[in-house]
């Protein structure tokens, strides 16, 4: 059976009923900028990820981008990121004006790894963007250290993470701010582009709601520069209804991840994250210790020049959807050729997954009869006969 990398469908329908009432409420109302539902969405969302305030915005990106705002950085600064991530986390960087400074990542969590971001610090390193990817946070106790020491601005990239949590405290409330995204392939995914920005500070929280609006308080009077990065009530209202389903959304992907774990881990050439990788064929990830993994994605490295192509070909073939997160290491995108030669230097971690990587259906609605079709794909594709 065609198993999809991603079934928006099978989460959102069933909710066409609420879905449906949401949107009436909200054409009902006349107000579809900022408003009631807007407010509403901010605190349930302030309050399900353990945050004083929450500032919606137009999208992931522009709420990466509102928190550099806010935080005053700009041409001569320089920020630390890493390399291993989606572009919007450094494209925001370049946009203020600032540089983006590429750190190495971890091989076992693909999370930054803090020795690589000592090794590029400078007297202009302003801030530091840890990235909690695919669900899985970053290792914020040495990073907040290492951030202490130097007197640097936190901005978590959480784009990939709500829900997820280090040391039972949640993603977001980790750094000075959390930005989030609500692409429909996120664990809270909506109905188009939006986004969050998290914080304990008031002050800042004011700020990111005037840098949202273009800069305006009171009305028609700007004291600073901003844009228009507010996000629509209605989409607001709608996120409103899965947000109360998020819980059972993310006990989904752990049961299937957790299921692969099992089963994938038993196939020959097959190794966990962290283990003796020798002889590996493929390295499975692993939620590290005191991790509240949210499994956003389930991401395989395949070992050996071409095996990463040759797997995902074969589960193509076998109408098994997948996908390459991330084929280019950001340093060595082409829009970020004529940075300084400190900021773009070798991250060979980063360089080697993107020849390894490949991400597997983890979403929460794949079935077992799904699940099977992919570990039995897999298996075919390890068999002995296939050596050589």
């Known amino acids: 059976m065609p198993v999809p990398l991603l079934d928006v469908n099978a989460q959102n329908h069933p909710l066409e009923t609420d879905l449906t009432a949401a949107f009436i409420r909200v054409l009902h ?30 999208s992931g990106t522009d709420a990466l981008l509102a928190a550099f705002m806010a935080l005053g950085i700009g041409p001569g600064d320089e ?70 020491q130097h007197n640097l601005q936190i901005i978590e990239d959480v784009a990939q993470s709500i829900g997820a949590t280090y040391r039972s405290s949640g993603c977001g409330t980790l750094g000075g701010m959390g930005c989030f995204s609500f692409f429909p392939s996120k664990n809270l995914g909506g109905f188009g582009d939006g986004g969050l920005v998290t914080t304990d500070d008031a002050e800042m929280a004011e700020m990111l709601r005037r840098i949202r609006n273009h800069g305006m308080h009171p009305r028609y009077f700007h004291a600073t520069v901003g844009a228009n990065f507010r996000m629509d009530a209605l989409q607001c209202a709608l996120l409103r209804v899965k947000l109360r389903h998020l819980g059972t959304y993310t006990a989904g992907r752990v049961a299937n991840a957790s299921d692969y774990l099992e089963r994938l881990s038993k196939l020959p050439g097959v190794v966990l994250a962290g283990g003796d990788g020798r002889a590996a064929r493929l390295v499975l990830p692993q939620a590290g210790a005191q991790m509240g993994h949210v499994w956003n994605q389930f991401t395989l490295r395949v070992i050996g020049s071409g095996q990463r192509d040759a797997l995902k070909n074969h589960l193509t073939a076998c109408g098994i959807g997948c996908e390459i997160y991330y084929p280019v290491a950001l340093h060595h995108q082409e829009c970020f050729r004529h940075l300084p030669a400190h900021a773009i230097q070798a991250c060979p971690v980063s360089e080697s997954l993107t020849g390894e990587v490949l991400s597997l259906p983890v979403y929460p609605e794949l079935t077992a009869p799904q699940r099977d079709e992919v570990v039995a794909a897999i298996a075919e594709w390890l068999a002995p006969r296939r050596l050589g």
């Not at 579809?32 to 305030?53: D, N, P, R, S």
């Not at 590429?102 to 690589?116: A, I, L, Q, R």
């Open 79 to 148: 920020v630390l990121c890493p390399a291993f991530t989606f572009f919007a986390t450094a494209g925001c960087i370049a946009r203020t004006g600032a540089t983006p400074v590429f750190c190495d990542v971890s091989p076992e969590s693909f999370n930054m790894d803090v020795g690589s971001a000592a090794a590029r610090l400078t007297a202009r390193t302003k801030a530091i963007v840890p990235v909690h990817l695919f669900g899985q946070a970053a290792e914020m106790d040495e990073i907040t250290a290492f951030a202490a």
């Open 29 to 58: 109302s006349g107000r579809f900028i900022l408003g009631e539902e807007v407010e509403a969405f901010e605190g349930e969302c302030a309050a399900f990820i353990g945050a004083a305030h929450a500032v919606s915005m137009s």
